[in-house]
């Protein structure tokens, strides 16, 4: 393995990355650093977040940079305000040694004025989210023409979430003779479209294989009935005495029912999704990151500002449709070569996707069993036991009270003592799993005749429905469309119609809306149905992306 210096890492790099902690490079950072440090060719890096990518980009763009140059060399784009930030972070503290360095975080939701001004008196390395960058060259007041070196981190997820446009127009704008790198943990077909339209013959660099999972991340699954999935993330949570993890939700209203319930049960959870509003979530965010919370309950879009390494758990409380998310989710835990376990709450028709992403990132899943009452407890114990071993006992403040302690116990013996003790802090939860029916696993043969008979009529029932919410007629002067959410995502006309008013430029009147469990049909003036259509194209709403069609077009399809 090579060292930092034999990568050919400045003096004065070397110092700050030393006093950061770093020893040996990671596998991304020995492949990336003499890569950009000695030519100038394009390269696309597939790495799982939480591999050291940031320094592996970081270091070699700070040693090339022209100090005397007081303009952006370097533009770095990644999907949210918190990597912005953290990116930006450790450019700075790799830097510090650096002497006339100028890094400046670009982001949404913080004074664009401020950011002018900085922008004005002159900075080297800009990071932004592609939003915010937007809107400042729309202003013109970023110059993008000595850009010599462009880095989209985390891309698929910037794809993701719809900013494959934003990225058209930005790569525009800088000099064509620029180099690329884009990291990404995976491949899917919208990155390869980039990469061909905008990388010159570039160096591929793998750590792991395509789309792969972290190779320190174990992979369970429990099966229950859906009514009991709450019910079994309880006993999960309570087997691992200290988890300190992620929950992973489809859908916010999901996501808020679960961190509440566990709340009321006396748990340290919270939420994180996209209703709280930004102070809200960094506040949240904050919690989590200092262990004042042990369990995080989240959707998928809110947590991706979300960067921490010592994550030992996710917990997916249902599987994602999209199959990349899940390799996203697990790429959470495991981290800088730390053990981590991903575990999925799932029902009986969801067996099928454990068997598609085991393909997708080459590892098997491990079938558990609901843990027992009687273990849970025992298990809580025993680490209980474990923490009074431990325990650090200040000698100099307990002393002086040691005496009046002893004379109140002293009618107790060694073991009545231990027994009061253990009783103390596990009686709510021995009572708790004495008075709980265990949790009844289905078959694996999935579910009864009699469910798949009732699910088939709801199918059934629901096609039917469709169809005949279909063929009605819109209000003279609208057209009606369809959309892939409904009832089960949580959908009402008023969010439906914030959702429209968010995504879709100017005001569109919404008629008559009819709300199905999984899909529902609006209606919009004739003249801005094409607007409507295009609009919400692509766009993802938590991991799910949106599928907005004229009900006519469908109608014709099925004949």
Same mark, same amino acid.
């Given at each position: 393995?090579?060292?930092?210096?034999?990568?050919?890492?400045?003096?004065?790099?070397?110092?700050?990355?030393?006093?950061?902690?770093?020893?040996?490079?990671?596998?991304?950072?020995?492949?990336?650093?003499?890569?950009?440090?000695?030519?100038?060719?394009?390269?696309?890096?597939?790495?799982?977040?939480?591999?050291?990518?940031?320094?592996?980009?970081?270091?070699?763009?700070?040693?090339?940079?022209?100090?005397?140059?007081?303009?952006?060399?370097?533009?770095?784009?990644?999907?949210?305000?918190?990597?912005?930030?953290?990116?930006?972070?450790?450019?700075?503290?790799?830097?510090?040694?650096?002497?006339?360095?100028?890094?400046?975080?670009?982001?949404?939701?913080?004074?664009?004025?401020?950011?002018?001004?900085?922008?004005?008196?002159?900075?080297?390395?800009?990071?932004?989210?592609?939003?915010?960058?937007?809107?400042?060259?729309?202003?013109?007041?970023?110059?993008?023409?000595?850009?010599?070196?462009?880095?989209?981190?985390?891309?698929?997820?910037?794809?993701?979430?719809?900013?494959?446009?934003?990225?058209?127009?930005?790569?525009?704008?800088?000099?064509?003779?620029?180099?690329?790198?884009?990291?990404?943990?995976?491949?899917?077909?919208?990155?390869?479209?980039?990469?061909?339209?905008?990388?010159?013959?570039?160096?591929?660099?793998?750590?792991?294989?395509?789309?792969?999972?972290?190779?320190?991340?174990?992979?369970?699954?429990?099966?229950?009935?859906?009514?009991?999935?709450?019910?079994?993330?309880?006993?999960?949570?309570?087997?691992?005495?200290?988890?300190?993890?992620?929950?992973?939700?489809?859908?916010?209203?999901?996501?808020?029912?679960?961190?509440?319930?566990?709340?009321?049960?006396?748990?340290?959870?919270?939420?994180?999704?996209?209703?709280?509003?930004?102070?809200?979530?960094?506040?949240?965010?904050?919690?989590?990151?200092?262990?004042?919370?042990? $369990?995080?309950?989240?959707?998928?879009?809110?947590? !991706?500002? /979300? =960067?921490?390494? %010592?994550?030992?758990? #996710? @917990?997916?409380?249902?599987?994602?449709?999209?199959?990349?998310?899940?390799?996203?989710?697990?790429?959470?835990?495991?981290?800088?070569?730390?053990?981590?376990?991903?575990?999925?709450?799932?029902?009986?028709?969801?067996?099928?996707?454990?068997?598609?992403?085991?393909?997708?990132?080459?590892?098997?899943?491990?079938?558990?069993?609901?843990?027992?009452?009687?273990?849970?407890?025992?298990?809580?114990?025993?680490?209980?036991?474990?923490?009074?071993?431990?325990?650090?006992?200040?000698?100099?403040? $307990?002393?002086?009270?040691?005496?009046?302690?002893? !004379?109140? /116990? =002293?009618?107790? %013996?060694?073991?009545? #003592? @231990?027994?009061?003790?253990?009783?103390?802090?596990?009686?709510?939860?021995?009572?708790?799993?004495?008075?709980?029916?265990?949790?009844?696993?289905?078959?694996?043969?999935?579910?009864?005749?009699?469910?798949?008979?009732?699910?088939?009529?709801?199918?059934?029932?629901?096609?039917?429905?469709?169809?005949?919410?279909?063929?009605?007629?819109?209000?003279?002067?609208?057209?009606?469309?369809?959309?892939?959410?409904?009832?089960?995502?949580?959908?009402?006309?008023?969010?439906?119609?914030?959702?429209?008013?968010?995504?879709?430029?100017?005001?569109?009147?919404?008629?008559?809306?009819?709300?199905?469990?999984?899909?529902?049909?609006?209606?919009?003036?004739?003249?801005?149905?094409?607007?409507?259509?295009?609009?919400?194209?692509?766009?993802?709403?938590?991991?799910?992306?949106?599928?907005?069609?004229?009900?006519?077009?469908?109608?014709?399809?099925?004949h």
């Amino acid at each position: 393995m090579s060292t930092f210096e034999q990568l050919g890492v400045a003096p004065e790099i070397l110092r700050a990355i030393q006093e950061m902690g770093f020893e040996q490079p990671m596998p991304v950072q020995e492949q990336v650093i003499p890569q950009l440090l000695s030519n100038t060719r394009d390269i696309i890096a597939l790495a799982q977040t939480g591999t050291g990518k940031t320094a592996a980009f970081g270091i070699p763009v700070i040693q090339k940079t022209d100090i005397g140059l007081l303009s952006p060399q370097t533009l770095i784009l990644c999907p949210t305000r918190e990597l912005c930030l953290q990116i930006a972070g450790d450019l700075t503290e790799i830097s510090q040694y650096v002497k006339g360095l100028k890094i400046l975080p670009v982001y949404g939701g913080s004074s664009i004025e401020s950011q002018i001004k900085t922008l004005k008196r002159g900075v080297q390395i800009v990071v932004a989210t592609p939003g915010r960058l937007i809107d400042l060259i729309k202003r013109k007041t970023v110059s993008l023409a000595n850009v010599h070196t462009v880095i989209l981190d985390e891309a698929d997820e910037m794809l993701n979430m719809g900013f494959t446009e934003s990225i058209d127009e930005i790569l525009s704008s800088v000099p064509q003779d620029r180099s690329m790198l884009l990291f990404s943990a995976t491949m899917p077909q919208e990155i390869a479209k980039i990469t061909k339209k905008y990388m010159s013959d570039p160096v591929e660099i793998i750590i792991g294989r395509k789309n792969e999972g972290a190779q320190n991340v174990k992979h369970i699954y429990f099966m229950v009935h859906a009514k009991d999935k709450y019910l079994a993330l309880k006993r999960i949570v309570d087997y691992y005495p200290n988890i300190y993890g992620i929950v992973f939700c489809r859908t916010r209203k999901d996501t808020q029912e679960i961190a509440d319930k566990l709340i009321q049960d006396g748990y340290d959870a919270d939420s994180l999704h996209g209703d709280l509003s930004q102070a809200q979530r960094d506040y949240v965010m904050n919690k989590f990151r200092q262990r004042n919370l042990q $369990i995080l309950v989240a959707t998928d879009v809110a947590a !991706r500002g /979300l =960067d921490v390494d %010592d994550i030992t758990h #996710v @917990i997916n409380f249902g599987l994602p449709d999209d199959l990349e998310v899940y390799t996203h989710r697990s790429g959470r835990t495991g981290r800088a070569g730390k053990a981590g376990t991903s575990i999925s709450i799932i029902h009986t028709k969801e067996k099928g996707k454990i068997k598609q992403i085991e393909k997708t990132i080459n590892k098997k899943f491990e079938k558990e069993n609901i843990p027992a009452g009687d273990i849970i407890c025992e298990k809580q114990l025993f680490n209980f036991v474990d923490k009074i071993e431990k325990v650090k006992v200040n000698e100099e403040e $307990i002393e002086r009270l040691l005496p009046s302690i002893f !004379r109140k /116990l =002293d009618w107790l %013996d060694k073991e009545d #003592v @231990i027994k009061r003790v253990v009783s103390l802090e596990f009686n709510r939860l021995i009572d708790y799993y004495q008075k709980a029916e265990e949790i009844e696993e289905p078959s694996e043969q999935s579910y009864s005749k009699n469910e798949r008979t009732r699910n088939r009529k709801n199918e059934r029932g629901d096609k039917y429905d469709r169809g005949d919410k279909n063929n009605r007629q819109p209000e003279k002067g609208y057209t009606r469309l369809f959309i892939n959410i409904g009832k089960i995502d949580g959908a009402n006309p008023a969010n439906l119609m914030g959702f429209l008013n968010d995504y879709v430029p100017g005001k569109v009147r919404v008629g008559r809306i009819d709300l199905m469990k999984n899909f529902s049909f609006f209606e919009v003036p004739e003249q801005n149905a094409r607007q409507v259509v295009k609009a919400l194209k692509g766009i993802y709403v938590e991991d799910r992306k949106l599928v907005v069609e004229f009900a006519s077009q469908m109608n014709s399809k099925k004949h």
